[in-house]
Nanobody
Framework: QSPLVESRGGLVQPGGSLRLSCAASGLTFYYYGIGWFRQAPGKEREGVACISDSGDSTMYADSVKGRFTISRDNAKNTVYLQMNSLKPEDTAVYYC????????????????????????WGQGTQVTVSS
């Protein structure tokens, strides 16, 4: 069973907002970098936003810069993805993932790019942006 559980996504109108959360259990949460990834039908999974264990380093895909914000609350073992100004092309299954930055991945940049190397994955949650 995955140690990561995403909140329910949903249907949002273009221009709308949605906040996803990812709760972790069974991990020493503050040792892990966390990332949000997404996969649209017919496309490869891509890194959307990644945050370091302390929260002081973040990375965003160019397509979401200025619209999405990743944050974490280590006291609550939870990471958030605030999504604003949503577009139809943001429609995808969104996954949160965790990595300890102790292997091939050592930075948030690595994590958001080296999708196949990330250690733990949530089940995913559907986000649909449509009128």
């Amino acid at each position: 069973q995955s140690p990561l559980v995403e909140s329910r996504g949903g249907l949002v109108q273009p221009g709308g907002s949605l906040r996803l959360s990812c709760a972790a259990s069974g991990l020493t949460f503050y040792y892990y970098g966390i990332g949000w990834f997404r996969q649209a039908p017919g496309k490869e999974r891509e890194g959307v936003a990644c945050i370091s264990d302390s929260g002081d380093s973040t990375m965003y895909a160019d397509s979401v810069k200025g619209r999405f914000t990743i944050s974490r609350d280590n006291a609550k073992n939870t990471v958030y993805l605030q999504m604003n100004s949503l577009k139809p092309e943001d429609t995808a299954v969104y996954y949160c993932a965790a990595d300890q930055f102790a292997g091939v991945i050592t930075t948030v940049q690595d994590m958001c790019v080296m999708t196949n190397e990330v250690t733990y994955w949530g089940q995913g949650t559907q986000v649909t942006v449509s009128s």
